[in-house]
């Protein structure tokens, strides 16, 4: 199971690696799987849209952190108005300058649209991509 976000204490700080769990830890837990339990019979609702065009949209936030400085990038891939994979998280690495974490968050979304391309669907040969300055 993928989250695209860490769970978080009530005070907003995450929950990463827990070494000693807690209730807190068990009742997110619990939280995460009463949600599963709830939308286990939701899916994917893919409309055919006038166009079929793959379309990744993405951006960054430089040294957002301010504990370790490290980038949040993310992306969202989309087939024409449908929403077909998405991600969020740190870098990995401390980038420089917001151009360097740009570049990083492309690489992301360029790995994603070059997998989902790799199925050689006969309607699919092009993808558009999008950076995203807020």
């Known amino acids: 199971m993928t989250v695209g976000k860490p769970l978080s204490k009530s005070d907003g700080t995450a929950?990463?690696?827990?070494?000693?769990p807690t209730t807190v830890h068990w009742n997110a837990v619990k939280r995460v799987l009463r949600y599963l339990k709830g939308t286990l019979y939701r899916g994917l609702h893919i409309k055919y849209p006038d166009?079929?065009?793959?379309?990744?949209?993405?951006?960054?936030?430089w040294a957002c952190c301010p504990d370790d400085r490290q980038s949040l990038a993310g992306y969202c891939v989309y087939l024409?108005?449908?929403l077909l994979s998405?991600?969020?998280?740190?870098?990995?690495?401390?980038?420089?300058s917001s151009t360097?974490?740009?570049?990083?968050?492309?690489?992301?979304?360029?790995?994603?649209?070059?997998?989902?391309?790799?199925?050689?669907?006969?309607?699919?040969?092009l993808a558009f991509l999008y950076c995203v300055f807020l």
């Open 15 to 20: 929950i990463e690696n827990p070494t000693a």
């Open 51 to 61: 166009r079929l065009a793959l379309a990744g949209f993405f951006n960054a936030d």
């Open 80 to 82: 024409g108005d449908t």
């Open 86 to 96: 998405w991600s969020s998280k740190k870098q990995a690495v401390v980038s420089r």
């Open 100 to 125: 360097e974490s740009e570049y990083r968050a492309l690489a992301q979304v360029s790995a994603e649209l070059s997998w989902i391309l790799g199925f050689k669907l006969y309607w699919m040969s």
